[in-house]
């Protein structure tokens, strides 16, 4: 069940939402443990629904997976082991999770590489994907080894059945700490009472999320598709446009995905942990790291980097730890050679920039200065920080060739066709026309609503209409991306008055007419 379907809108959320304000109204005396327990096991129950409405089979699994390691963190918790028996039960049971996660999600991929590389055929198994099963191992992992290092020291049953299958994040993500989450949980009967004003900005970023997500998304989506299913025959231009498109369907799928998430949850009263933060208006790939999917950067650092030594161990380590880094990241994000080279190529271009930024933060000291961050370049002139911007913009684009790619043969394919285009207009004396794009490639830009403007403004038959389609939907998405406040932002600061109403209703009526149309959240499967 996804956020955006006519069953969640119209069915899931309203009954989930009224229950929750009968059970937040009842007065049960002053126990507000007695309610907080009422209402956490309202949540869990739905959350629980929410998973199994897509896949009985996969909460199945996923309640084993919850019944080892809560087994797990209750012997720990309790410290009636020793320091090396915890150490050792800790390592038994994070092995135990990668080893589910591997071989749901990896074992046909490292399989096959295996044959591949020996040279034998290797027919594909049959494995059911967990939904979200690499965020529920993440956040489990995460419990396991914070509560034998002293860092959780009780982790309720329920509480951690909700952290875990918390509907608006199980999809999803973020990837939350648990104690950033119990936190809430313990208080939740205060947090359950009504708040009209948070639960209109909740509501209103679920809707600016949706529309993220069903609008912008879409558009971009339908774009990379298309190219990549005439990967052959790319022209030069055709393989620009689709490369500056898939930056944008990636971060309006995920974070708007992510930013319904958060408005849910806000509905409900508990805060989920920001995972994007204008991530385009960065101006170096460090900056760019440090605001996109914000929470596997920081499980990453916590739970890899600084085990491996961080930077405590020498430059040259600390540079093979950031690497490593990436590539696992590369790797978390799906089971193919694309995903590896992703995170390699984002690794590459990583550490240099930051051995830049340590040098500079070291100069700075030495100096006697302090050094003042600016990732979103606040401090430079307009015409710079755009430019700055751009760059890092099309440096991400063209490293996002092989991740929306199905093999790295194909992102071969892709890279060769654009080339040969241009070597071709090249030699033909007529340079320009690599950069022509054919006429079915535009009319991909031709939505409905568009249409139907450029109609009632007569211009619909001329013959620049289509070009003119492509110019308008990718400006206003990418000018969304790049100067435009996030959708978390304007959610906070909107007025609360009848005109914004009437806006967001419009949104979101006009997302649930594209319902229909809106293809598989990306993320789903991570």
């Known amino acids: 069940m996804n956020f955006n379907s006519y069953i969640f809108i119209f069915a899931f959320l309203p009954l989930c939402l009224a229950c929750y304000r009968i059970v937040a109204s009842l007065h049960i005396g002053n126990d507000k443990n007695k309610k907080g327990t009422l209402l956490k096991l309202l949540l869990t129950a739905f959350s629980v629904a929410f998973y199994a409405y897509a896949s009985v089979r996969s909460l199945v699994l996923i309640a084993v997976s919850l019944a080892v390691n809560y087994c797990f963190i209750s012997v720990s918790s309790g410290r009636q082991l020793s320091a090396k028996q915890v150490k050792a039960l800790k390592a038994v ?13 990896y074992y046909n991929f490292f399989m096959g590489s295996v044959s591949w590389f020996m040279g ?71 947090r359950s009472k009504w708040n009209a004003e948070r639960f209109y900005r909740g509501a209103a970023l679920l809707i600016l999320g949706m529309g993220e997500k069903c609008i912008f998304a879409a558009w971009m989506s339908n774009a990379v598709n298309f190219a990549y299913d005439n990967v052959a025959t790319l022209s030069f231009g055709e393989g620009l446009l689709c490369m ?5 369907s990636m971060f309006f799928d995920f974070c708007g995905y992510c930013d319904m998430g958060m408005g849910l949850s806000r509905m409900f009263g508990i805060e989920l942990p920001v ?107 307009p015409v710079k920080r755009f430019a700055a911007r751009l760059g890092n913009y ?24 654009m080339w ?39 211009i619909a038959a001329h013959s620049f209409a289509p070009a003119l389609c492509m110019v308008v939907i990718f400006g206003i998405t990418f000018a969304a991306a790049m100067l435009s406040k996030s959708a978390q932002d304007i959610a906070a600061k909107m007025k609360i008055n009848v005109k914004n109403a009437v806006l967001l209703g419009a949104l979101l009526s006009w997302c649930i007419l594209t319902y229909s149309q809106v293809t598989t959240f990306i993320y789903v499967n991570f």
């Not at 396991?144 to 009780?154: F, S």
């Open 275 to 381: 995972n994007f933060r204008n991530p385009f208006k960065t101006l170096t790939i460090v900056a760019y790291w440090r605001n996109w999917h914000i929470t596997l950067t920081r499980f990453m650092g916590k739970y890899v980097y600084i085990p491996l030594g961080g930077n405590r161990k020498g430059r040259a380590r600390m540079c093979a730890n950031m690497m490593l880094v990436y590539i696992l990241s590369g790797l978390w994000h799906g089971a193919n050679a694309t995903y590896i080279l992703w995170g390699a190529l984002n690794g590459l271009i990583y550490v240099p920039v930051k051995l830049a930024e340590d040098a500079r933060k070291r100069k700075a000291k030495q100096a006697g200065r302090t050094y003042i961050r600016d990732d979103f370049g606040l401090r430079l002139p």
């Open 394 to 417: 099309i440096v991400n684009s063209m490293m996002f060739i092989p991740f929306m790619a199905s093999s790295l043969a194909e992102a071969g394919v892709y890279i060769k066709s």
């Open 420 to 458: 040969s285009s241009l070597v071709t207009a090249i030699s033909s004396g007529n340079a320009l026309s690599a950069f022509a794009i054919r006429e079915d490639y535009l009319k991909v830009f031709e939505t409905d609503e568009l249409w139907y403007v450029l109609k009632g403004l007569h």
């Open 244 to 248: 500056f498109c898939m930056p944008l």
């Open 93 to 105: 049971c994070v092995i135990f999770n990668l080893a589910d996660l591997g071989y749901f999600k």
């Open 120 to 190: 034998h055929d290797y027919t594909l198994k049959s494995i059911l994907l967990p939904l979200g099963i690499s965020y529920v191992t993440f956040q489990q992992i995460s419990v396991v080894i914070d509560t034998a290092n002293g860092e959780i020291r009780k982790a309720p049953l329920l509480d951690y059945v909700l952290y875990i299958m918390y509907f608006p994040k199980v999809l999803s993500g973020p990837i939350a700490n648990f104690e950033e989450m119990e936190e809430q949980f313990a208080d939740i009967a205060e």
